[in-house]
């Protein structure tokens, strides 16, 4: 059982937006340590999506947005499109392991 | 342009040791921190520890400590992630990242090592 609770799957229709959730704890995100999200497309290495809660390295569309309140983060994808069906993983760091943790992930299905 | 380049595909028996390897390239390598991640079949990912080349500073997950050896070689800029005695659970893709600094999220990553324990 991962430290980070994601739902294991979404799915959304073309045009739609979406939110994955990640939900942790006051030894994680409760703390105040950044949070990640990272895109996995099958076959293929993990991609940094968002960095430090809400930044968007470059090249990464503008439809992929995270947040973070409490002890939860978000991303949320607009303008779903077939090529965004992926797994996604959040990631922050736990100071009660101490360590990095990822989420368990998320299947995004387009439909 | 920044490149994580990491070895072949192995295939042990158990009881066997491996010492995988990933190399960088197109920024300088002691700068950054170089993390490994597991990957289990159809499983999600697994931070197991991190190492600092420029001081050889290391990190562990508790889940990995004892398990396996991370270490690096700043003079050919290589990072390896090693065990002493595979186990068939160590079966799985093993990836290296980079990082910037303890808040930066691993923004490049190599293209995964599949290893394989099986007697």
């Known amino acids: 059982q991962s430290v980070l609770t994601q739902p294991p799957s979404v799915s959304g229709a073309p045009g739609q937006r979406v939110t994955i959730s990640c939900t942790g704890s006051s030894s994680n995100i409760g703390a105040g340590y950044d949070v990640h999200w990272y895109q996995q497309l099958p076959g293929t290495a993990p991609k940094l999506l968002i960095h430090?809660?809400?930044n968007r390295p470059s090249g990464v569309p503008d439809r992929f947005s995270g947040s973070k309140s409490g002890t939860s983060a978000s991303l949320a994808i607009t303008g779903l499109q077939a090529e965004d069906e992926a797994d996604y993983y959040c990631?922050?760091?736990?100071?009660?392991?101490?360590?990095?943790?990822f989420g368990g992930g998320t299947k995004l299905t387009v439909l | 342009e920044v490149q994580l380049v990491q070895s072949g595909a192995e295939v042990k028996k158990p009881g066997e040791s491996l010492k995988i390897s990933c190399k960088g390239s197109g920024y300088i390598f002691t700068n950054y921190w170089i993390g490994w991640v597991r990957q289990m079949p159809g499983k999600g990912l697994e931070w197991m520890g991190i190492i600092y080349p420029g001081d050889s500073d290391t990190k562990y997950s508790p889940s990995f400590q004892g398990q396996v050896t991370i270490s690096a070689d700043k003079s050919i800029r290589t990072a390896y992630l090693q065990w002493s005695s595979l186990k068939a659970s160590d079966t799985a893709m093993y990836y290296c990242?980079?990082?910037?600094?303890?808040?930066?999220?691993?923004?490049?990553w190599g293209q995964g090592t599949l290893v394989s324990v099986s007697s």
């Open positions: 990631q922050s760091y736990d100071s009660s392991l101490p360590g990095e943790v």
């Open positions: 430090g809660n809400n």
């Open positions: 990242a980079r990082r910037e600094g303890d808040a930066s999220g691993f923004d490049y």
